[in-house]
């Protein structure tokens, strides 16, 4: 079983749409999320990262974390086109060198104007 | 200037040959590592580096050698390719106690062993 599942998709949504994001995972002592988007052809990027438990706002994106539920989301408001991409989330147990990131396979999405 | 860059971005070689892929930060950051990213998108870590020491060496075959001369530079050498090598290579690069900033990634070399 793989430490971090992710719905791959892929998710078509018009422009404008409210946009949910998810992952789960098996590891309770995961307390560091972030979702990374990588565009076609690229390397991922870093969108949001939040520390155990609760909401984080940036913008059009909101991210949750259900420690208990083990449940991760990315929420994208008013969806644009450029949101287009694979958004990818991550976790780890720590901060420090030599814990790594565990990483989800990414969804695809596709917003359409 | 580009934070992080690998070269090259694509390459395409038969199987059985020795290839490297070279990466550089310009970051100032300590840590580097490896990432492999197969066709359904799952990124895994293969090596990182703190300061040029192995700090992470997940289970990848012995073929695949990493090489850090100084903290802004992780190359990675690859013997005997094999056709399951064929993937897209991340280098990426974090500070060693603000991974809270997460990894820059350069954008990837395209492997495709035939």
């Known amino acids: 079983q793989k430490e971090v599942e992710q719905d791959p998709g892929p998710l078509s949504v018009p422009e404008g749409a409210i946009v949910s994001l998810n992952c789960t995972y098996s590891n309770s002592a995961f307390q560091y999320f972030m979702w990374y988007r990588q565009y076609s052809r690229k390397g991922p990027e870093l969108l949001m990262y939040t520390y155990s438990s609760g909401n984080k706002e940036d913008g059009r994106f909101t991210a949750q974390v259900d420690k208990s539920s083990k449940y991760i989301s990315l929420f994208i408001r008013d969806s644009q086109p450029s949101d287009s991409a694979t958004y990818l989330c991550?976790?780890?147990?720590?901060?420090?060198?030599?814990?790594?990131?565990?990483f989800g396979t990414g969804t695809s999405l596709t917003v359409i104007p | 200037d580009t934070a992080v860059s690998q070269t090259p971005k694509y390459l395409v070689t038969q199987m059985g040959n020795d290839k490297s892929i070279k990466c550089e930060q310009n970051?100032?950051?300590?840590?580097m590592y490896w990432y492999k990213q197969d066709s359904k998108k799952f990124l895994k870590i293969m090596f990182s580096y703190n300061n040029k020491e192995l700090i992470i060496n997940e289970t990848v075959p012995n073929r695949f050698s990493p090489k850090s001369p100084d903290k802004a530079h992780l190359n990675l050498h690859i013997n005997s390719l094999e056709l399951g090598d064929s993937a897209v290579y991340f280098c990426?690069?974090?500070?060693?106690?603000?991974?809270?900033?997460?990894?820059?990634f350069g954008s990837g070399t395209r492997l495709t062993v035939v």
């Open positions: 991550a976790m780890s147990a720590s901060l420090y060198t030599g814990n790594q990131f565990y």
């Open positions: 990426a690069s974090s500070q060693e106690q603000g991974i809270g900033y997460g990894y820059t």
């Open positions: 970051l100032g950051h300590d840590t």
